[in-house]
């Protein structure tokens, strides 16, 4: 090779595999970091590492690491006086008495994720889950406190769901099934932005209490009523003009999501609408990054589950009778996708 191709072509180095080495590193120091209450004690304005010592009750060793590299992470900053500062990141998403909080999402992983993961060469070996999530014995405990967690994830795209949907201008009877609801977040996001709009909820008996709290938090008792059960056995009822899948096809893999899309179907009323929030692949299953682990995320925790693209839901859909799928951008991992049952 002569020196013009060497420099078309750099040397390859180990730098990017060293970083995945430590790539659990980031997940679990910022899971120490708001057990400890760090971000919340910052949300008041600097501290020191003494300060923050005192405060937190921890040893200035353990503290100085910690805050030291989620700086360099950037979710903390550190002025001159080495007092330590929240960054924008840090102070919408990782401070736990807002709204916005994204924190429970990591105090999820090394309690309930990792200890799974760590049997992943044993899963590909066999083709069999650490663990079946779907599955209401093992699933409600795992459940219980997630759904929670991630309420702040779906609750931004439940909003634009009911932008797109119009709900605030109903002037009749909205009917919503909420699907393995989980918190509620999907159905009563839609029921804040109307009176008319009426949730029925299905979920396990051991998650139900969940949605039952966060209904009453937001006043919303009264409109919200619940069915105890599970996807596939649990009669829907008829008559609902909207039905929430709310991250739970990737969950199901394709022979259960085909039949309960075809339950959903036969629930909705003619001209009602399904709405389906997941985590899309692209058709080639090559990206994005996040759908692809993902995917390998419901290969250790479910027997069938998966990520899809688009093109292979939207075949599901017409499969069982719907038109005119399509997808609308929201926050979230990926875009929603709707589709509507024909007149």
């Known amino acids: 090779m002569n020196q013009s191709q060497q420099m078309s072509h750099p040397p390859v180095t180990p730098d990017r595999l060293m970083q995945f080495v430590f790539g659990y590193a980031p997940t679990l120091i910022i ?109 409600t405990d795992f459940f219980q406190q997630f759904v929670n967690d991630i309420f702040p994830l779906s609750y931004p795209a439940a ?13 009749q009877l909205l009917n919503v099934l909420d699907l393995a609801a989980g918190s509620g977040v999907w159905g009563l996001t839609i029921a804040q932005q109307s009176p008319q709009v009426h949730v029925t909820a299905l979920d396990w008996a051991g998650v139900i209490p969940v949605a039952k709290k966060n209904a009453e938090r937001l006043g919303l008792t009264d409109r919200v009523k619940y069915l105890e059960g599970d996807l596939l056995t649990t009669a829907f009822g008829t008559g609902y003009h909207l039905a929430i899948l709310g991250h739970i096809i990737h969950s199901e893999g394709e022979v259960r999501s085909r039949q309960l899309l075809h339950k959903v179907f036969e629930a909705l009323a003619t001209g009602g609408t399904i709405a389906i929030a997941e985590w899309l692949v692209n058709e080639d299953r090559t990206g994005p990054i996040n759908a692809t682990i993902f995917a390998v995320n419901m290969l250790v925790n479910s027997e069938e589950g998966d990520t899809y693209s688009f093109a292979e839901i939207s075949s599901w859909l017409t499969g069982v ?18 589709a509507t049952k024909p007149q």
Request: aromatic share 6%; hydrophobic share 40%; charged share 20%.
């Open 31 to 139: 899971e120490t970091a708001i057990r400890h209450h760090v971000f919340d004690l910052l949300d008041t304005g600097a501290r020191t590492i003494k300060q923050l010592s005192q405060a937190t009750g921890t040893s200035l060793r353990g503290l100085r690491g910690l805050l030291n590299a989620l700086v360099a992470l950037e979710f903390l900053a550190k002025d001159t006086e080495q007092a330590y500062t929240l960054t924008p990141e840090s102070a919408a998403f990782l401070v736990s008495t807002k709204p916005s909080f994204q924190g429970g999402l990591f105090k999820h992983t090394s309690g309930q994720l990792l200890p799974k993961w760590l049997e992943l060469t044993e899963v590909v070996r066999t083709g069999k889950p650490a663990t079946t999530i779907n599955q209401e014995a093992a699933g």
């Open 321 to 338: 009778g719907f038109i005119n799928s399509r997808t609308v951008e929201a926050p979230g991992p990926s875009p929603l996708i709707l």
């Open 159 to 171: 909003q634009v769901l009911a932008e797109v949907l119009d709900v605030a201008h109903a002037e």
